[in-house]
C-alpha cells in the first residue's frame, strides 16, 4: 500500500491531499488566517467564571470567549498557576522544571471558583478549534506531541499506548523512557515508537524539551493573549503522526512550504529526505493527478460506490446521517441477503472514508440496507470497526441495533470540511428560469444586422447551441439563407455544445471575438 502527500500552495495558506493507492482518503485546507490551531499554547485571561457550568470563560484572543470546563483543568493545574505566576513575575523559573516544588493535586470533584477568578492569567492550549457559533475548547493538560512521544509537563507518569500489544515491547519501552525522562515532566508513547532504539526516543525527547524551554521563554515576556508555544503547520503534524514505510512520495509545488517540509523530515527521518519532490508553481498540481475531479465527485449529496450503490449524507445540527442505497446492484447477486451483504461492506469502506476526508465529528447514523441473518450482521460490524482503525481521529463503533442502524461517535476538534460541488447554472444564473428561446433568437439577429452594417465585418462566424444552431440552419430556404440575400454575406455557424442554450459568441475572419451590442 502506498501513501502520497501532494501539497498545493494557495494564496492564503495551503491545500494537503493525502492518497492511499491514488486515492484521496483526507483533505486539508490550511489557512494563513486560522490562528487558533488544535495543539496551541496561549497565555489566557479568565474573563468570566460560572459556577452553574463549573466552567470559565477565556478570552485567547478569538472573537468570542473560548471555553474551560473543571474537569478539563487537570490535577495538577495550581502547579501550573504557580509557575505561569513565577515565569510572569520573571523570578528565577527553570524551564527543566527541577527541584520546582509541585502542588497538591485538585479534587476531582472541585469548583470551578476554587481554582480560577476573573483577571486571572492562565496557560491553557486549543483542544477544539472554533466550530460554528462556538468559540475554542481549552485544557490545561499541556502536552507537546513529537514524532514517537507525547510530553506532559508538570505529571510524572509514563502512559503507553494501547495499540502496542506485546508485553514485552511495553515493559522495554516503559523502563527505557524511565530512564531518560526529567523530573516533574510525564510522556505518552505513542504506537509508532514501538520497536524504536533508545537514540530515537532519546532524540525526540529532547527535541520536545527544547520545544518547551522555547514556550518558557516566551511566557517570560508574555501579555494576555498571545501565543506561547505553536503546533506545527498541519502538513508537517500529517507527517509526524502517518510517516512510514509506505510513504513514497511528498509533492510540493510552493517553494516555502517545500523547505519547511524537507527541513522537517531531515530531523525526523533523514532517510525520506529523498522522497520530497517540488514541481514548477506555474504547474495545476490537483489537476495533474486527478485530485480537482475526486473532490467534485466526494463531496456531493450523494457518493457513488464502486459495483454498483451509492450512499446520500445529510447533515444537520445534531448528527450526520447515511443512507445506504443497493442502486443497481440489486439484480447482480443470487438472492436479497447476499446483494445486502456486499453493498453494506462496500458501503462501510467508503463510509470510513468520507469520515476522514469530511472531518466529520459527533454522531454519526448510518441506515445499512435491512439483513436478516444475524451472522452478516456480525461480519458488517466487524469490517466497520476494521476500517475505522486507520482513522487518527477517536471513535467508538456501535454494533447494528435492532432497526438496522449504525451508531458511530468520531472526535470532533476542526469544522466539518465542506467543499462546493454545486455550480450556478450558466443558463439561468440560478434562478431556474432562462429567456424565451425565440428572444435568443432576436437577439442574434439585432447583433447581425449590427456587425454587418455598422461595423462591415467579413467573414462572421457564430458559435451556438445545437437547438439555436438548428433553428438558423435547417430547410431549404433557412434564416442563414435569408441572411446571405439581405447582406449579401455569408454567415458561418458553428455548433457548440458546451454553450448554454442562452450563450452564443460572434468571431471575425481572423478567430478574433467581436464587440456586440448585448
Known sequence: MSNELLINGTQNGCRIALLKDKELVEFHHEEDGNKFTVGDIYLGSVKKVVQGLNAAFIDIGYEKDAFLHYLDLGPRVTSLNKFTKQAQNRKNTSAKLTGFKMEPEIN??????????????????????????????????????????????FSNTVNISKKIVKSDERKRLLRLINSIKPDNFGVIIRTVAEGKDVAELDNDLRNLLNK??????????????????????????????MLNESFDSITVDDSEIHSE????????????????????????????YGIEK?????????????????????????????DVNSGNKSNAESDQETTALNVNLMAAKEIARQLRLRDMGGIIVIDFIDMRNPDNKRKLFKAMKEEMKGDRAKNTVLPLSKFGLMEITR?????????VTKEVCPSCGGTGKVESTILIADKIERNL??????QNQNGVKISLHPFL?????????????????????????????????TDFGFHNKAGEEIELIG
Not at 138 to 153: F, K, N, Q
Not at 411 to 419: A, G, K, T, Y
Open 108 to 153: 476531582k470533584f472541585g469548583k470551578i471558583n476554587e481554582v480560577l477568578s476573573k483577571n486571572q492569567q492562565i496557560l491553557v492550549q486549543v483542544v477544539k478549534e472554533p466550530i460554528s457559533t462556538k468559540g475554542p475548547r481549552l485544557s490545561c493538560e499541556l502536552s507537546i506531541a513529537g514524532r514517537y512521544l507525547v510530553l506532559v509537563p
Open 212 to 241: 518547551w524551554e522555547d514556550g518558557v521563554r516566551n511566557l517570560k515576556k508574555a501579555k494576555p493573549k498571545d501565543k506561547v508555544i505553536g503546533e506545527m503547520g498541519r502538513a508537517s503534524s500529517i507527517l509526524r503522526d
Open 261 to 288: 517540509i524537507k527541513n522537517y523530515i531531515k530531523t525526523i527521518a533523514p532517510d525520506k529526505e529523498k522522497i520530497v519532490k517540488k514541481v514548477a508553481e506555474k504547474k495545476k498540481i490537483f489537476e495533474q
Open 294 to 322: 475526486q473532490l467534485k465527485s466526494l463531496f456531493g449529496q450523494s457518493v457513488s460506490l464502486k459495483g454498483g450503490g451509492y450512499l446520500i449524507i445529510e447533515h444537520t445540527e445534531a448528527l450526520h446521517v447515511i
Open 411 to 419: 472526535q470532533r476538534v476542526r469544522p466539518e470540511l465542506n467543499i
Open 449 to 454: 444586422d449590427h456587425v454587418m452594417k455598422n
Open 469 to 501: 444552431h438548428a433553428y438558423f440552419t435547417k430547410g431549404i430556404i433557412s434564416r442563414r439563407v435569408k441572411w446571405f440575400f439581405k447582406y449579401n454575406k455569408w454567415v458561418h455557424i458553428e455548433l457548440d455544445s458546451s454553450k448554454a442554450i
